[in-house]
């Protein structure tokens, strides 16, 4: 919007910038359907004829405000043509979707997705005992392997263990002298 804007007025663009914004924020929006003005303040912008400094009074003569309505116009053009051009790009991407109540649907941003089932997808959900402060206790109920780490000069002995209540995937390394001492029992061979 703003090139086409600087390519119609050339040499002069920055004196009528605040009739771009003008218009942009009176322009409706077809994705919330109002002015983007009209959806922050609940109505019409000022005309920019309305605009000065504090302080200052002008007297406009009508060649002034016929200018100013035309530059608005021209300007309404050209937002209406990046308008067009920028959703003519969108749907060549957009298809129409269709949910009916019960589908369920995969939420990526503010698109919805439709979910094909999967039983891999299932979680299986084991009973937690949940403390009242809506903790609960963290306990290791396997070794998966042992592996010594080198850092400097120094061996450090990791384990890795798999966890209650998660899944393979969320093994985690530790120093198996930390871990002797609070689970021995799962050190015993």
């Known amino acids: 919007m703003l090139r086409a804007y600087v390519i119609e007025f050339e040499g002069s663009w920055d004196k009528h910038l605040a009739l771009v914004e003008f218009a942009y924020n009176n322009n409706n929006q077809s994705s919330i359907g109002m002015p983007p003005y009209g959806a922050l303040y609940g109505r019409k912008c ?3 004829l309305c605009w000065s400094e504090a302080g200052l009074r002008k007297f406009l003569g009508p060649d002034i405000m016929q200018q100013t ?3 608005v116009k021209i300007i309404k053009d050209r937002l209406k043509i990046a308008s067009d051009r920028q959703k003519s790009y969108a ?3 957009r298809r129409e979707i269709e949910h009916r109540k019960g589908d369920k649907v995969f939420l990526k941003v503010s698109m919805l997705k439709k979910y094909r089932s999967d039983p891999s997808h ?3 959900i084991e009973s937690i005992e949940i403390n009242p402060d809506l903790t609960y206790e963290e306990e290791p109920i396997q070794i ?3 592996e010594i780490k ?3 000069k ?3 002995p990791l384990v890795k263990f798999l966890w209650r209540n998660h899944s393979g995937k969320e093994a985690t390394w530790e120093r198996e002298e930390d871990m002797q001492i609070q689970y021995p029992h799962l050190f015993q061979d």
């Open 122 to 124: 299932v979680l299986r």
């Open 69 to 71: 309505e035309d530059k």
């Open 91 to 93: 749907d060549l991407k």
């Open 144 to 146: 998966l392997t042992r």
């Open 46 to 48: 000022r005309t920019p």
């Open 154 to 156: 120094k061996k450090i």
């Open 150 to 152: 080198e850092i400097r």
